[in-house]
């Protein structure tokens, strides 16, 4: 269920930072520049905290990438997940049952090969495994139809609503206003270098504005003559019964050559597809037409998954990039303009470190990493484009 949180919290006629979006890269925005002493912080959400992208049951966490980038996002915000309960206090039900990527073809082979060699080389705990090695991990597997595969122990899943809810709950502790059901409607730059924002509740003047609206990024992008091209493509995952008995652990499953993917979900299962059959749409509608290509997929790599039949499910939206990389930065033509936006599936997962990215953004401080690669000036061909063969 979508959180409540402060619904008829009044909007104030002026703020020091206005972060446009209530998920969970918003909320670690504004809780991670609240801790370092930043005041005055107002989150806008259309609808209520956590129910675009972050309302989905369990999401990965994993630092299983092939850009250096993503890998750094991914390692240090599993750090932080890691922490989770003895910070916040809040178990979100991390689960690091570890993820397990399979390849059928000598090229995804090698591919996984050469990306396990950079994530370890940046702290990861990642091994290559063998087709009996892959089946032993996760005996839905066909043995015949792996070639190899690549694991991380460390990498696993936990629940984004109860991140959301730390977050928002220790950002409203430190001063933080939470606004929902309120959406932006126009922003205009005034002569005093503010920002004026016209929202459905009213106008507020704000210094500076955060883009972390998700899949709609852009048109909040064109508001402020930011480029930020964001295409919102529908995802959908499928929840199968809860069995008298669980079924064996299995790791967070992925098969490259079909973007397949499955574990468990208390004692039944989760699965889903990155189905090529979507068109670029804002629909949340849930459907189960996507499970054809599930069961596909399923025969060729998990044969037991095949018309397992379904009790419940989710749709939400993917924030697409043309690379299938996140932006993170700061305008160079707009002061006061910041993002953090198009993560392509990716958000809740790299959401702690992106937090702390924008706040040393914000506060023009170094960070535990250079920004840069991730501008959206990449997009405008100032700067070369980010490759990543992990994503599903």
Not at 189 to 211: D, Q, Y
Not at 365 to 383: H, K, V, W
Request: proline share 5%.
């Amino acid at each position: 269920m979508p959180l409540t949180f402060d619904e008829v919290a009044p909007l104030a006629r002026s703020a020091n930072v206005m972060i446009i979006g209530g998920g969970v890269i918003g909320a670690s925005i504004a809780f991670h520049l609240a801790e370092a002493g930043v005041r005055d912080i107002v989150v806008i959400e259309r609808d209520t905290l956590g129910s675009g992208s972050s309302a989905k049951p369990l999401g990965g966490v994993r630092a299983t990438f092939s850009d250096p980038g993503n890998i750094v996002l991914g390692q240090r915000s599993l750090e932080a997940f890691e922490r989770f309960h003895e910070v916040f206090k809040i178990d979100i039900g991390l689960q690091q049952v570890g993820y397990l990527f399979l390849c059928r073809n000598e090229s995804e082979l090698a591919a996984l090969q050469n990306t396990t060699g950079v994530q370890n080389s940046l702290g990861c705990s990642a091994r290559m495994v063998t087709p009996a090695e892959a089946v032993v991990l996760n005996p839905f597997l066909r043995h015949a139809a792996v070639l190899g595969g690549s694991f991380s122990p460390r990498d696993g899943f936990a629940q984004p609503l109860k991140v959301v809810e730390a977050y928002a709950e220790a950002a409203k502790q430190l001063g933080v206003t939470f606004c929902e059901h309120t959406e932006v409607l126009d922003i205009r730059r005034s002569a005093a270098a503010t920002h004026e924002i016209s929202t459905s509740r009213g106008v507020i003047t704000v210094n500076a504005v955060i883009i972390a609206a998700g899949a709609w990024s852009e048109k909040i992008g064109e508001m402020v003559g930011a480029y930020l091209p964001v295409e919102p493509v529908r995802r959908q995952i499928g929840i199968t019964e809860q069995r008298a008995e669980p079924f064996p652990t299995v790791p967070f499953t992925l098969d490259l050559s079909t973007t397949l993917y499955f574990h468990n979900y208390w004692n039944g299962m989760l699965l889903g597809i990155s189905n090529a059959d979507e068109e670029p749409d804002f629909c949340r509608e849930f459907s189960y037409r996507w499970k054809t290509a599930f069961d596909q997929a399923a025969k060729i790599i998990a044969p037991s998954l095949v018309q397992l039949p379904l009790v419940a499910g989710w749709a939400g939206l993917y924030e697409n990039t043309p690379d299938h990389n996140a932006m993170i930065g700061q305008s160079k033509d707009l002061d006061g303009v910041f993002y953090a936006t198009g993560f392509s599936g990716h958000g809740f997962l790299q959401a702690p470190a992106v937090g702390e990215l924008v706040r040393d953004l914000y506060m023009g401080r170094e960070s535990f990493m250079d920004p840069t690669p991730f501008s959206a000036m990449r997009f405008r061909g100032l700067q070369a484009r980010r490759t990543e063969i992990h994503i599903i």
